[in-house]
């Protein structure tokens, strides 16, 4: 893939330089859809299992890339987390990211989760870490969550990029989903789209990817 932007990646390089590993995190959240055939009329009539603004994190998934060592995936993390507000999953959160309503009901709360995520990050934030996802949308639902819950938000205490804006601006392409930024760039998408730990991990190969560039 031809870097159209090389000061972009040089200035996402100058980010970087303060710390060894870029987290890379990607997340799910419970969520419901509109009946196909709806009309605009029928759907202002229609009330959905759960809105937008009343979406829950369920799942995390995060992997780590060690910029001291060509950007390699190094560790990863996964957790489910029980929802509290819409407890009970739709059939189109299910069909949409194959997790079962027992993956959530068995996991621990925002907070527990954020406790146990805190733990596992302890080592590399002591050399250095910053996280991305693909777009501002994970940063602000962990925001909601946490107010919520009454606790902080998960990863509050470091800093966060947001790797599609960098991917459009280095490539000086349109702004894409994340599937098709992967693909784009000649990689093979690994697992199930919309599961947020392989989710993760294709958005840490294309980061990798990128960082390589050039």
Known sequence: MQIKKPKHLQALRELLAGSRYLLCVDLEATCDEYPADLTD???????????????ETIEVGAVALDLHQDCKIVSEYTSFVRPVLNPSLTNFCRG??????????????YDEVRQKLDDYL????AEGLMWCSWGDYDAKQLAR????NRCEPMLSDLSHTNAKKWHWKILNCPAMALRPAVEDWGL????RYHRGIDDARNLGALMGE?????
């Open 41 to 55: 009329e029928q759907k202002q009539e229609h009330d959905l299992a759960v809105r937008r603004d009343d979406m």
């Open 96 to 109: 949409l990211t194959t997790i079962e309503q027992v993956n959530v009901d068995d996991a621990g709360t």
């Open 122 to 125: 302890a080592a590399f934030k």
């Open 145 to 148: 969550d946490a107010v919520r």
């Open 188 to 191: 093979e998408w690994s697992g």
């Open 210 to 214: 990128i960082l390589r560039a050039g």
